[in-house]
């Protein structure tokens, strides 16, 4: 036990007691905010935890990086819809920060259906020393104040709050999948599996429609939308993706209605692997415009893909997550595991991207040597300031000591949620209820 509380006051990861993880408990987004002091994750109970990284002290040069606990909110709560009959979901889909304008951070965060913006600030000062109210806050009898008080700040300890500034509902009928920050840092766009809504960041009773592909008979809908992003510095250009497997590029200017694209990205399928799954696993689960804004990068069942904005033809680079899954389709599907939407993520210099596979493996890919690489965030191999090893997948044949088979494949733990810190090679990976933090090795 005395082991136990020091390794969880030292260990890289923030880690949940294992024994008690509920459904509640898994994490369901994690992302680092604009200067990557701080990291959000949100999960399935509704929470959203806020993490900032320790500040560089002289005597421990080495604790610079290690991120600790800044606040707990409940960002949302299981509402009700009794039009429809249906529950909606607690679980935080989404969260985007804002670029910090002052001392306070802001950050907007999704379920299903309600996107909130909510506002982080610390106080460490409180007012004392009312004239009309006494210490405890009562209001005080008018006859008993006799002498005019001058109140006074006095220091208190730290405290950080988060408070809802805004509330934008009722924007949608389908579930919200992502949400957008645009680069004019005065509105974003939130996206369900049929239309995309552009907000004004102060204006909560009002969204504007700018993609619907809805059609008028809903038995002849083929498609859906997947994910969306705005384009990192072009406030006019978004992209938007779909179950199709096919990324339409979109211009505000040409139209208010963006309907008609600009662009369209899509790579024709190989007939010789055409399967009863290919429609299936062509689904993109997951768009990113590079930081430099000439590339996209889109992340389907089995491969991740990095576009050239400039060519639409076929994808610049192709890289194999798990190719071995090939013939595990059927039991994938059967499991439900196929639909499994994972993420991906650039580096700071848009040269390695990541992106998550089953047993609690994850994969980069390094675009200028084209190695690649698979690590793994466990609790057994995670030692804090533990190199992690490589690991590989053995298909078929002999097995090598230090390979894992693909039979033994846990698809219970999966990555489905990472982020990279904007400027630094620090990474946050998110495995079911434990978020785990690695960076380069430090000297």
């Not at 136990?4 to 949940?16: C, P």
């Not at 590029?249 to 024709?268: G, I, Q, T, V, Y």
């Not at 039979?407 to 785990?436: G, Q």
């Amino acid at each position: 036990m005395e082991e136990e509380i020091d390794n969880r006051k030292i260990n890289n990861s923030f880690l949940r007691d294992h024994n008690y993880a509920t459904e509640a408990d898994i994490i369901s987004t994690v992302e680092f905010n604009s200067t990557g002091e701080l990291l959000a994750t949100g999960d399935k109970g509704g929470r959203v935890v806020v993490f900032q990284r320790e500040q560089e002290s002289k005597n421990q040069p080495h604790r610079r990086g290690e991120y600790n606990v800044y606040s707990t909110f409940q960002s949302h709560e299981p509402e009700f819809d009794y039009l429809k009959s249906l529950e909606i979901e607690e679980k935080i889909n989404k969260i985007r920060w804002l670029p910090q304008q002052n001392a306070a951070y802001f950050l907007l965060s999704t379920n299903d259906k309600t996107v909130k913006l909510w506002k982080i600030s610390e106080r460490d000062k409180r007012p004392e020393g009312y004239n009309l109210k006494d210490e405890d806050g009562r209001i005080r009898d008018p006859s008993t104040i006799t002498s005019l008080r001058v109140p006074v700040l006095r220091p208190m300890d730290l405290m950080v709050e988060a408070t809802p500034r805004r509330v934008f509902s009722n924007g949608h009928t389908y579930h919200i999948n992502s949400i957008s920050v645009n680069s004019d840092y005065e509105t974003y766009m939130s996206t369900d599996d049929l239309r995309i809504n552009l907000w004004h960041l102060e204006i909560t009773n009002r969204s504007f429609n700018i993609v619907d592909i809805k059609p008028a008979n809903m038995e002849e809908l083929t498609e859906v939308i997947t994910a969306a992003e705005f384009h990192p510095y072009h406030c006019n250009t978004f992209v938007y993706s779909s179950s199709k497997g096919s990324i339409r590029l979109c211009d505000m200017r040409a139209a208010a209605l963006c309907d008609n694209h600009s662009k369209f990205f899509e790579e024709p399928e190989d007939p010789s692997n055409r399967s009863f799954f290919s429609e299936i696993i062509s689904s993109i689960s997951d768009v990113k415009f590079s930081h430099s804004g000439r590339y996209l990068m889109t992340r389907d069942y089995l491969t991740v893909k990095v576009w050239d904005l400039n060519m639409e033809s076929k994808p610049l680079e192709t890289y194999q997550v798990h190719d071995y899954l090939r013939s595990k389709l059927c039991s994938l599907y059967e499991n439900d595991c196929i639909f499994d939407k994972f993420e991906c993520v650039w580096n700071g210099s848009d040269s390695v991207i990541m992106t998550g596979s089953y047993n609690n493996f994850f994969r980069m890919f390094d675009r200028n040597t084209k190695r690649d690489v698979t690590l793994e965030a466990s609790r057994e191999n995670s030692k804090p300031r533990a190199i992690l090893k490589p690991r590989k997948v053995c298909v078929g044949g002999k097995r090598r000591k230090d390979e894992i088979s693909v039979d033994s494949l846990d698809f219970s733990k999966k990555i489905l949620h990472t982020t990279w810190h904007p400027s630094e090679n620090i990474i946050a990976v998110a495995a079911t209820n434990n978020l785990y933090i690695f960076q380069d090795k430090v000297n």
